[in-house]
């Protein structure tokens, strides 16, 4: 039997998407950061389906997730109007 490849395994746990909106690095950092946060909401609310989290347990990771990734729009500066 042959190993899976890392990156093959990496690219099917982790999905990424392209993304097609304006070009800016804090743009594109911040759209990393939105699908990594949807991938760990998605593998917390199986967890919690399945029983193995409580709805407290999961509930307190996703308002964790939650703050960081306002945290990191806060940081890049995105929705913030700037002046040329």
Not at 8 to 20: G, I, Q, V
């Amino acid at each position: 039997m042959t190993q899976p490849n890392s990156q093959d395994k990496n690219s099917f746990l982790y999905p990424r998407s392209r993304y097609y909106g304006k070009f800016q690095p804090e743009n594109l950092v911040f759209n990393a950061n939105l699908q990594e946060f949807a991938q760990k909401i998605s593998y917390i609310t199986c967890l919690e389906t399945a029983g193995k989290l409580s709805q407290e347990e999961a509930y307190q990771q996703i308002r964790a997730l939650w703050k960081q990734l306002k945290h990191s729009k806060k940081e890049l500066g995105i929705g913030v109007n700037k002046e040329v």
